[in-house]
């Protein structure tokens, strides 16, 4: 099993920034892919960024540019640093972990943080 505990969201003006942590426990040395998703009102959940364990990276289209996903293995954390933002961005941001064992691959999921982007 793998935990993850999410911080950094808020209430924030369009143009502002803001960084969102993640930090996993339990089983983290059979994480590969760490990420980030949200999920608006009405709608689906999205991706927004992943990272593998090697620092391979993956942006959805409405953030490339804006929003930049890093992550300190030695501290099982992902981070997501999101500049610019706009009322667009306001969510649920989740924080994910796809894990995998002899049995096959997991995804676990954080609690959620929310973010709201005043115009």
């Known amino acids: 099993q793998v935990q993850l505990v999410e911080s950094g969201g808020g209430l924030v003006q369009a143009g502002g920034s803001l960084r969102l942590s993640c930090a996993a426990s339990?089983?983290?040395?059979?994480?590969?892919?760490m990420g980030w998703h949200r999920q608006a009102p009405g709608k689906q959940r999205e991706l927004v960024a992943t990272?593998?364990?090697?620092?391979?990276?993956n942006y959805a289209d409405s953030v490339k540019g804006r929003f930049a996903i890093s992550r300190v293995n030695l501290k099982n954390t992902v981070y997501l640093r999101m500049n610019n933002l706009k009322p667009e961005d306001t969510a649920v941001y989740y924080c994910?972990?796809?894990?995998?064992?002899?049995?096959?691959?997991?995804?676990?999921w954080g609690q959620g943080t929310q973010i709201t982007v005043s115009s």
């Open positions: 994910n972990a796809d894990a995998y064992s002899n049995y096959g691959g997991s995804r676990y």
């Open positions: 339990g089983r983290t040395f059979s994480i590969d892919v």
């Open positions: 990272i593998t364990r090697d620092g391979r990276t």
